[in-house]
């Protein structure tokens, strides 16, 4: 499995990002997806996830009403719409493809793309 983080980038603060995560090795449309994040000198943490058919969906409380995360399973590929950027988000960004398929919730992330830096400046 492979997942290819990109998107990320230097944003005022207010701004906006969209990031991408293009993934191959396996059947994309079966898999949970989501975004985690970790900032300097912090523990990772989760930040979305949607569900393998892309009609479920759950945000970490600080980012919600401000990101969107989305899918296109004919694309292979998993977004993060981040608006309304402060400081705080400055972090890698990282996409994860659930272990198990066709999950009802997933148990456990087992691959990882290798992130993408979101900066934004004060």
């Known amino acids: 499995v492979q997942l290819q983080a990109s998107g990320g980038g230097l944003v005022q603060a207010g701004g906006s990002l969209r990031l991408s995560c293009a993934a191959s090795g396996r059947t994309f449309s079966r898999y949970h997806m989501a975004w985690f994040r970790q900032a300097p000198g912090k523990e990772r943490e989760f930040v979305a996830v949607i569900s393998w058919r892309g009609s479920g969906t759950s945000y970490a409380d600080s980012v919600k009403g401000r990101f969107t995360i989305s899918r296109d399973n004919a694309k292979n590929t998993l977004y993060l719409q981040t608006n309304s950027l402060t400081p705080e988000d400055t972090a890698v960004y990282y996409c994860?493809?659930?272990?198990?398929?066709?999950?009802?919730?997933?148990?456990?992330?087992?691959?990882w793309g290798q992130g993408t830096q979101v900066t934004v400046l004060q």
């Open positions: 994860a493809q659930c272990s198990s398929p066709n999950a009802l919730t997933c148990p456990r992330y087992g691959y």
